[in-house]
């Protein structure tokens, strides 16, 4: 496949390099742990709707966490 | 607590199965499923909203070793929009009304199998993504739209 507007050659050759790994290597590499201050300080939160959760994140949560809306 | 692992989302898909919870990865993590590199720190699961459904996931949960109080079950049977879980062997976002995405059953009749993992289509992610509309969305979302035209190319879907 070759680049095109829509994807540029980096991303291109990421796709396909990404497309070689099998399910499990992918997965092994995109998912990581870091601490996320105030997010990761509660075992458990629940939100009636999507608004009051997205209200508490950009209340509560440092903003270079990058959970506010644009 | 470590990263999620493929182990565990095989845990998540065997003991859903097990109970019948009616679900499907969605995400960054859903997007990685189908094939996107890059980096995410929790599973995000899509969950049909219903009482039935609710109480399946509850003895799923339970089964994947997530320790819920009867007040935090009850609450999830009554009906959340989102529900975060950081109190078991790996985080979990239980999403049931996400942004931009109808009803679960327009997901469930798009949605991708990824080796037995359900997935949304690229163009639900997608859509959540756009109509969350917070800033380490929109900063990624250029990259994902590229990986959709990719992924359809290559997958003739």
Redesign the interface.
Known sequence: ?KP?P???AD??A??E???RRT??Q?????????Y?PVM?D?????????A???KW?EENLP?W?????? | MAAFEYRQAEEIRDAFARNGVRYLFIGKSGAILLGFPDTTQDADLFIEKSPNNARSLISSLGELGFKLTEAQAREIERGKDFVQLKDGPFDLDLVFAPDGIERFEDAWRRHVNVEGFPVCHPDDIIASKISANRAKDREGLPRLQAFREYWLKNRGT
């Open positions: 496949m095109t829509e994807i540029p991303w291109l990421e796709f390099a990404a497309s399910l499990e992918r997965m092994k590499y995109a998912f990581i742990h870091t996320k990761d509660a075992k458990y939160r629940a939100f009636d709707t999507m009051d959760y997205r994140c903003s966490l990058g959970y506010g809306r644009v």
